[in-house]
């Protein structure tokens, strides 16, 4: 039907394969542009913005407390951090500080959102390695996690539990009882991922000196949070600068990678960092619940707030917080007004995978997948 | 080292360029001349002392009288961090949408301004001179205009489809529920008296440039509203 | 076969080319009736063990007990689904694909015994016939992944015909084992072999790495986790079938189940029996009910290795396309060949076990 002319007809040209933004393993609406020699990635260009939802636009828009709900759509699979830092940007900028007992509880909340949120990016890694089950291993620990986060905040994902002046409703102590007896349940629950997937043989071959990141490109392009850490850079916002008086007293590792199975900062020991760091999550939390104080939960000055908007001198504030991704910041400039006059993101993603470009070329498509998985992106947070 | 010592070194090795360290906000920064935000970010990146290996955040800030671009920068090693400054005045004449302020790219001294810059050009229109690859990031390629500019005039059409023109954003709406609750009432109206759902607002209309486009002589191309009865009244409709 | 068209003409007179087309209907139709029940029941069972490994129930509702209805109501849902052609597709071959490679597996189906007699035709190259006709799929795989003008899909038969044919290797070394040992390629002869001498994996030290070889590369060739590159949903969406809807979906599907069951069947036949049981006896029963226990016996064998297949797919990841490849050339090629080689030498001497070690 179609002879073939000429001998020369048959030739090898680059492919080029447009991986999303409707693909099932960039964990949202990524696109990334590839051009392909047989299975081998040989460049790459990202394109972002399909989730843009103007954010820091409507955070110019509305008053200071009203932005919180937004930040949780910000990173939704760790709402409790992303409230926190805002919080935190704009307590800063009114100079007030949270009370003790809202403190105590903001470090239990925003721990048990960085296990719920580094299960989904096992349970996700697992599935874009080709192994469905640890999915659903996860979630069911999530569940769990999010049952308990339910209670003080009232729903389920986007919490806006932590607001300006401290948090929004009290804890019980029937529920820090029921927080330490999921610690227990959740340490079992962890050695069973590590049987599941983390030691599987193939799971090894496949993420093992894969999207290797060297120390000083991570540090370049801005990376952080496991990232980075798998790099080999002991670097964590908690343990150095703590944003929070708590993270002084508690005692924790920050785990780093140690190229286990291959080179130093390969996509396995950015998955393990992140394996590690729930543990050490469960530490704090484990110290954290049983020393929370009596007292108030919200500040009587800021509470005034929710009945007349805000008022900030001038000036501006940066606040950085240890997000599960990486260092969330924000950058508020107030002119006295009611709203900011610039919401400014540092959204840890979006730094993250700028670094994509430079680790896919002469990979395979399948370490592609395996690369864009262990940088654990959420292109909420990408695109804000 | 804290701010102060920092902005006193940068002095003393003699970067060109340098400006005040400013302490009035609970975050105190440094001014700096576009020209010399290059020797300054190289200075503070390679010098033992200070050590910045990471750049997080490159903002445009836009106010009143003038457009601001900020450079936070960290240090590891030695857990300090500084912010810097680069101010525009703004112009007397045509000032506004079209003005483009130009700062030197420091992507190749910070591969992470890569990205930031280019939202920075994306959102806010500040061309960063030299650098490799300056185009939109968030947005699609052929939009028109940097939304974050506080004159940012709202498009009536993208891609050949019509943006809503009536609804009143929610961050425009404010607390004004009165307001609201005559909008729909007034679209209400309309839709029973079987008018075109869009049309040019009226003259006295508060938003800028809002409708300046709208396709009002294509009404036999538009979909109008039929007036049946028992019509949801929350002004979805216009969602065709 | 023989047995119907005999029975055709002792009941009805009928002789020639009516009975054989009787016969062949007949046939035909059992196996179709067979592959699809097999098919239903094998993807309700699939989801049945994936959901237990995964702790949560899986289909629930649909019919009365354990959801037994949801495969029927998919197949339902699948065959009223509307029928999308891309229309950058090339139509003849799109059309064409699914069906060629349905007919690859299912006429390997004819070769198959499952009791004594039970069986469509009796080939003498019988092991030879299913894994030789069961290559057409990869023809049916690359046609279709062309045919769908989409790059996910072209990788996905790109992939599919690299590995498959590279694991014909492997299967086919790994089941010469167990053939030098009968002698023949008759799989009727296996079942009598073993009726006789034992279970074949229990024949020598070697016998075991063949299986183990076989059981490995039939996974890669019914592209199973965690061989299921063509696919690999992460990947490639959904490898060469991306562009399916529909019945047509359904027959990738319809294929992959019963590739299974043929490897499956295989393992069971040539290694581990077959229709005999080591401590029963049923030749000397009466004729139908040796046959219906045999029948039994060996689908519960087969069933055990889907399980198998199932259990593997949801615990390993998926590996990649090289490492498939270096699996392949670098482990089974090989120790298929030292089974071979090793089994040679030991029927020569007659040892059971390495002499003087154990």
Known sequence: ??????????????????????????????????????????????????????????????????????????????????????????????????????????????????????????????????????????????????????????????????????????????????????????????????????????????????????????????????????????????????????????????????????????????????????????????????????????????????????????????????????????????????????????????????????????????DGVAIIGSLDIVLGEVDR | MNEQELHGKLSGAGVAGLGELDTTGPDPFVVVEGSGIRPVLSFLRDDPTCRMEMLHLVTGIEREDRIEVAYHVSSLEHHHSLTLKVVFPRPEAGGHDDWRPGVPSVADIYPAADWHEREQWDLLGIEFEGHPDMRRILLPDEWIGHPLRKDYSYPSEHGGIPLELDAVPMYERGPDWEREEKVRKAKKEERKAGTPLRQPPAPGSDRPHAGGQAPASSKGQRHVIEPHSGDDDDGKSGAH | METIISFVGEQFGLEGVLALSIAYAVCIGSLLGFITVYAMFAIWMERKVAAHIQVRYGPMETGAWHGWAQSVADAVKLLFKEDLIPRSANKVMFLAAPAVVFCGVFAGFIAIPFAAGVQIVDLDLGVFFIIGIAAIEVIGVIMAGWASNSKYSLFGAVREAAQVVSYEIPTAVALLVPILVVGSFRLGDFNAFQEEHGWLIFHNVWMPIAALCYFISSLAGCKRAPFDLPEAESELVSGFHTEYSGMRFSFFFLEEYASMFVAALLVSTLFFGGWTLPFLDVTSWPYGLAQGVGMAVLLVKTFFFIFVQMWLRWTLPRMRVDQVMGLGYKYLVPWGFAALVGTAVFEYYGWRFVPGVF
């Open chain 1, 1 to 366: 039907m179609y002879a073939v002319e000429e001998k020369n007809d048959v030739f090898t040209e680059e492919l080029k394969l447009n991986l999303g933004p409707q693909h099932p393993s960039t964990h949202g609406v990524l696109r990334v542009e590839l051009k392909m020699d047989g299975e081998i990635i040989t460049a790459s260009r990202c394109d972002i913005g399909y989730l843009h939802r103007c954010a820091e636009k409507i955070g110019e828009n509305v008053t200071y407390l009203q932005f919180t709900p937004y930040t949780d759509r910000m990173d939704y699979l760790a709402s409790m951090n992303n409230n926190l830092a805002w919080s935190l940007a704009v307590e800063k900028l009114i100079d007030v500080e949270a009370p003790e007992r809202a403190q105590w509880i903001r470090v239990i909340v925003a721990e048990l959102n960085r296990i719920a949120s580094h299960l989904i990016a096992f349970g996700t890694y697992g599935i874009d390695i080709g192994a469905n089950t640890p999915f659903f291993y996860a979630f069911r620990e999530r569940e769990s996690i999010m049952a308990l986060l339910e209670r003080p905040s009232g729903a389920r994902m986007l919490y806006n539990y932590i607001r300006p002046g401290g948090v929004g409703h009290d804890v019980d102590d029937q529920w820090l009882a029921d927080v330490l007896a999921f610690c227990d349940e959740f340490e079992r629950r962890w050695k069973e991922y590590n049987t599941l997937l983390t030691n599987s043989h193939i799971f090894i071959k496949r993420t093992a000196n894969i999207g290797v990141i060297p120390k000083d490109v991570a540090l370049a392009y801005g990376c952080t949070g496991p990232v980075l850490r798998g790099s080999g850079v002991k670097w964590d916002l908690r343990r150095d600068v703590p944003y929070l008086k708590p993270y002084d007293e508690l005692e924790f590792d920050v785990p780093v990678g140690e190229g286990t199975h291959g080179s130093l900062g390969d996509c396995w020991d950015r998955y393990w960092v992140r394996m590690r760091e729930m543990m050490e999550s469960i530490r704090i939390i484990r110290q954290a619940c049983p020393r929370v104080p009596d007292g108030p939960f919200m500040d009587k000055k800021t509470s005034g707030m929710y009945k007349t908007p805000l008022k900030p001198k001038p000036g501006e504030a940066y606040v950085r917080c240890e997000n599960p991704r990486g260092e969330l910041g924000f950058y508020v400039v107030s002119e006295g007004g009611t709203s900011p006059i610039r919401c400014r993101t540092r959204a840890p993603s979006f730094c993250n995978l700028a670094v994509l470009d430079v680790l896919l070329p002469g990979t395979m498509i399948a």
